[in-house]
């Protein structure tokens, strides 16, 4: 079946379901166009001046399309739904849809239009929830890294991290219609969309669009093959890559919706976590495996990720204690000393020396280092600090008394003496006397 209309004014027509003016439906139709005006026509649903739905071909030409407004999902002159369309010296100016895609034309489970320049096409004042003159169904979803902030975009395992979702029609404009799909975060082994990996994607990976966008947070434990503090390194035996996937609600099937696939550059080596973190394994008896950044709690801290305990045999990151001088109550790598000069080394403070009356003990009850017990103390009664020693607290020699602290050892008074390790004057007794005859 031909249809063929020419040099026809439609003005001011309304319809309560498509096509304000004209609805062209059927496959076996064949349909033309030409030299017509359509002028203030509105459709409530799609296609404000015209409908096209399910046709084998229809052609427009040499028309003019104006003013028209479809107050539903689109289309405010033209909707094109699963025909194949030719437009050729097509002008629309003024048209609208006020609550849905293409001010001038929304096509939808079809072949792309053929038309003249879009330039051409889309003239002045037209208007659209998304794409003010031309738009298509979904075509894509496009997922995006949102900055950590200003100053930093580097990313770090198991720390969550936030991304965009978009969906997208042909001309890359988002469908700000869709409020109701819902999509998923998908990790993979590779730019291919279907190579899995073991390790789930946790924290909020599962969202509904809201305006044809999603927000969401997300945070992954990836699996890591090499683990060396002494070499500095942390290697991925996998480098991660995600996407997105769903289900598209508004299309007139169901229709699954794929993203592009990103690659999650995490940072490695001795930055593999922030200051005040480290690198968590999930199995800590071993180098190697699922593991995510922790922050070190209060009573802890971290100069490095990848530093293991320092009395430990195991080689697995670790938090540190807060060393006996040191106030560790924030946690992180925030550590500050009353006392002492500490400076950092391999990993760790260490405390290089003590004020003058006090000493610095930094081993264990075996004489072996200790980091856990460093501090600088004061001396003990009985105990001074020579002008030649002022490390270690010295006993207090035969002689003298020592009251500890910064007090220097002072001599017995005359004719009294005293033992090693005299804390105070009273252990200084009188000098026995022997009479010779």
Known sequence: LSISIDTTVFRHCRSNEDGGALKVAGSSISAKLSNSLFDSCVALSTGGA??????????????????????????????????????????????????????????QVSEIPRMQDLFEFCGLGNSALYGSCVASEFKTLRILLLPLSETSNALFAGIPFSLQ????????????????SVV????????????????AVMGNSIGRLLHGTAVLSIFLKPTFSDISFENGKARLKFEPFIHAAGFDTQASRQVSMLSNVIHVNFENGTNVCPLGYILSLDNQSDVQ??????????????????????????????????????????????????????????????????????????????????????????????????????????????????IGGTAPKAPCAPGRVSLDGANNSAACHLAPFLLLG
């Not at 399309?65 to 030719?86: D, F, H, P, Q, R």
């Not at 978009?166 to 409020?179: A, E, P, V």
């Not at 969309?193 to 390790?199: E, G, N, R, Y």
């Not at 009353?338 to 264990?364: D, E, H, K, Q």
């Open 289 to 402: 495996g699922t593991a995510g950044c922790a922050f070190c709690q209060p009573g802890t801290y971290s100069l490095n990720p990848l530093a293991p305990k320092t009395e430990s045999i195991s080689r697995t990151p670790a938090c540190l204690n807060c060393p006996s001088g040191g106030n560790c109550n924030a946690g992180g790598s925030v550590v500050t000393f009353a006392l002492g000069t500490w400076v950092a080394r391999s990993g760790m403070y260490v405390l290089i020396s003590c004020p003058v009356g006090f000493m610095l003990t930094n081993t264990s009850a075996t004489g072996a280092f200790s980091h856990d017990n460093q501090q600088c103390g004061p001396c003990l009664a009985g105990f001074f600090l020579s002008a030649s020693n002022l490390i270690n607290c010295a006993p207090c020699p035969a002689g003298f008394y020592c």
């Open 50 to 107: 015209i409908s096209c739905n399910n046709v084998a071909h229809f052609d427009v030409g040499n028309s003019t399309l104006e003013k028209n407004s479809a107050l539903g999902i689109g289309g405010g002159a033209l909707s094109i739904l699963n025909s194949t369309v030719s437009l050729d010296t097509v002008i629309t100016s003024g048209n609208s849809a006020p609550a849905g895609g293409g001010g001038s034309l929304l096509w």
């Open 184 to 199: 998923q975060i998908f990790q993979t082994a590779s730019k291919d969309h279907f190579s899995s990996l073991p390790t």
């Open 165 to 180: 979702v978009s969906k997208l029609d042909f001309y890359n404009q988002t469908i700000s219609t869709d409020s109701s």
